[in-house]
């Protein structure tokens, strides 16, 4: 059960990471594009510039949201390594529940900020200025189960670790 939820999760990590870099790759050629016609053709785009901020959000934190299941987020790995195994996880623990705890208010927040957003209009693309800030409550919802299911895996392995070294003895 355990590995499935992993491979699953890892799967779902992976559209994330894969919706990031596709849009990375549209903006870098959209960006291109307005250079080329407002150097070359003297006629630059508009859009671009809002286009450009709302990808860049959408990058940023569904990125963020799959550092959170690889561990490739910023955490005090040097700390971890240095305490003894039982203190390294503890702290690896307390970490993931920092995040989880941190994007549960980027959840809430997004939520009400998207809200608010949702009637407004992009001045230059025709949708709403929501779209924008959906990403906040989207990437906030994975980054909780992510981080709570790290956490889950700690608890499990350290106390089937400790069942392993108390049957030994």
């Given at each position: 059960?355990?590995?499935?939820?992993?491979?699953?999760?890892?799967?779902?990590?992976?559209?994330?990471t894969?919706?990031?870099?596709?849009?990375?790759?549209?903006?870098?050629?959209?960006?291109?594009?307005?250079?080329?016609?407002?150097?070359?053709?003297?006629?630059s785009?508009?859009?671009?510039?809002?286009?450009?901020?709302?990808?860049?959000?959408?990058?940023?934190?569904?990125?963020?949201?799959?550092?959170?299941?690889?561990?490739?987020?910023?955490?005090?790995?040097?700390?971890?390594?240095?305490?003894?195994?039982?203190?390294g996880?503890?702290?690896?623990?307390?970490?993931d529940?920092?995040?989880?705890?941190?994007?549960?208010?980027?959840?809430?927040?997004?939520?009400?900020?998207?809200?608010?957003?949702?009637?407004?209009?992009?001045?230059?693309?025709?949708?709403?200025?929501?779209?924008?800030?959906?990403?906040?409550?989207?990437?906030?919802?994975?980054?909780i189960?992510?981080?709570?299911?790290?956490?889950?895996?700690?608890?499990?392995?350290?106390?089937?670790?400790?069942?392993?070294t108390?049957?030994?003895?």
């Amino acid at each position: 059960m355990r590995k499935t939820i992993q491979r699953i999760t890892g799967g779902v990590e992976r559209a994330l990471t894969a919706v990031a870099a596709s849009l990375m790759a549209i903006l870098s050629l959209i960006v291109c594009w307005q250079v080329f016609a407002r150097y070359v053709l003297q006629k630059s785009p508009i859009w671009v510039e809002e286009f450009s901020v709302t990808a860049i959000m959408w990058i940023g934190l569904l990125g963020a949201a799959s550092a959170v299941w690889t561990g490739d987020h910023m955490r005090l790995e040097f700390v971890t390594k240095k305490l003894p195994k039982s203190g390294g996880l503890v702290l690896e623990v307390l970490i993931d529940a920092a995040i989880a705890y941190f994007a549960y208010f980027l959840f809430k927040h997004g939520l009400v900020l998207t809200q608010a957003m949702w009637d407004s209009q992009m001045s230059t693309i025709k949708l709403p200025l929501g779209i924008t800030y959906l990403v906040l409550p989207i990437a906030a919802a994975f980054m909780i189960a992510f981080a709570a299911l790290r956490v889950a895996g700690k608890i499990i392995e350290a106390s089937s670790a400790g069942k392993e070294t108390h049957d030994a003895h």
